[in-house]
């Protein structure tokens, strides 16, 4: 038959047709589901997007500022205070925590950045001279170190959110172009057959009809000459049986006789 490598291999019964409207029925609406999930995936990874943009931007104007900063440290200590800052360092005061945010059923990772209080341990560096430009430096590559967590924050949820997308668009189009009309077809198919079978039946049983109408007539007039029949052999029987007496006084003409 014509579609019948686009559609299931099942036996066209009444039970098949439900099952495959049901199934149609729960493609559709799973159809429905993944597509507003999709929408608001991708509604989200735009909004990343734009962020990813506003949080590069600023990133490269923090790390200019500063790249400055530590250049007028240099200048006004007379030296490299790197190795001051090292050995001085003796736990993280700058730390980063993470969550969770579910999006349409999508966990995303989210860094968060914060300061434990009370920790100061280069607190005396540049105690003899340079000691504004050390903390303004200081100052300003704590916001560089904010500004690069909520980058990497948002660029981790931008590669989730592109896997995610493609595999819910990926489904939504098998969905779309293959389960759904591949579903459509299969009723079609037994739709049409059921309805094959229930012209073949109607034909079976008007030809059944037709026959005992026949046999049924043939019957009627078996039966009905049977009767006559019967009446004609019971009145030719009367006419036997009435017939020799005669009537002396009757119109008839008797036979002349002669003597």
């Known amino acids: 038959?014509?579609?019948?490598?686009?559609?299931?291999?099942?036996?066209?019964?009444?039970?098949?047709?439900?099952?495959?409207?049901s199934k149609l029925k729960g493609a559709q609406t799973g159809h429905d589901l993944l597509k507003r999930k999709s929408e608001a995936l991708t509604k989200r990874f735009r909004e990343i997007t734009r962020r990813i943009d506003e949080a590069k931007r600023k990133m490269g104007?923090?790390?200019?500022?500063?790249?400055?900063s530590l250049a007028e440290v240099t200048y006004a200590v007379g030296g490299d205070i790197g190795y001051q800052v090292q050995e001085s360092a003796?736990?993280?005061?700058?730390?980063?925590?993470?969550?969770?945010?579910?999006?349409?059923?999508?966990?995303?990772?989210?860094?968060?950045?914060?300061?434990?209080?009370?920790?100061?341990?280069?607190?005396?560096?540049?105690?003899?001279?340079?000691?504004?430009?050390?903390?303004?430096?200081?100052?300003?590559?704590?916001?560089?170190v904010e500004t690069l967590v909520e980058l990497a924050s948002l660029q981790t949820a931008f590669v989730i959110?592109?896997?995610?997308?493609?595999?819910?668009?990926?489904?939504?189009?098998?969905?779309?172009?293959?389960?759904?009309?591949?579903?459509?077809?299969?009723i079609k198919y037994i739709n049409s057959e059921l309805d094959e079978l229930d012209r073949e039946e109607f034909f079976r049983l008007k030809k059944v009809q037709n026959k005992k109408q026949r046999d049924?007539?043939?019957?009627?007039?078996?039966?009905?000459?049977?009767?006559?029949?019967?009446?004609?052999?019971?009145?030719?029987?009367?006419?036997?049986?009435?017939?020799?007496?005669?009537?002396?006084?009757?119109?008839?003409?008797?036979a002349d006789v002669i003597f």
């Open 161 to 186: 959110l592109d896997e995610v997308i493609k595999v819910v668009n990926r489904r939504v189009n098998a969905i779309e172009h293959v389960i759904i009309p591949r579903t459509e077809n299969t």
């Open 61 to 68: 104007r923090v790390m200019q500022i500063a790249a400055f």
């Open 90 to 144: 003796k736990s993280a005061r700058f730390r980063v925590r993470t969550k969770q945010e579910n999006v349409s059923g999508v966990f995303l990772p989210a860094f968060e950045s914060y300061t434990t209080e009370g920790n100061n341990d280069f607190g005396l560096t540049g105690l003899g001279k340079g000691g504004q430009q050390v903390q303004r430096c200081r100052e300003t590559y704590a916001r560089a």
């Open 1 to 21: 038959m014509s579609g019948a490598t686009n559609r299931e291999a099942v036996f066209p019964t009444r039970q098949s047709l439900g099952i495959m409207k």
């Open 216 to 254: 049924t007539a043939i019957q009627d007039a078996e039966m009905r000459a049977k009767r006559e029949d019967a009446e004609k052999r019971d009145k030719d029987k009367e006419n036997e049986e009435t017939g020799g007496g005669g009537d002396i006084l009757g119109d008839d003409e008797d």
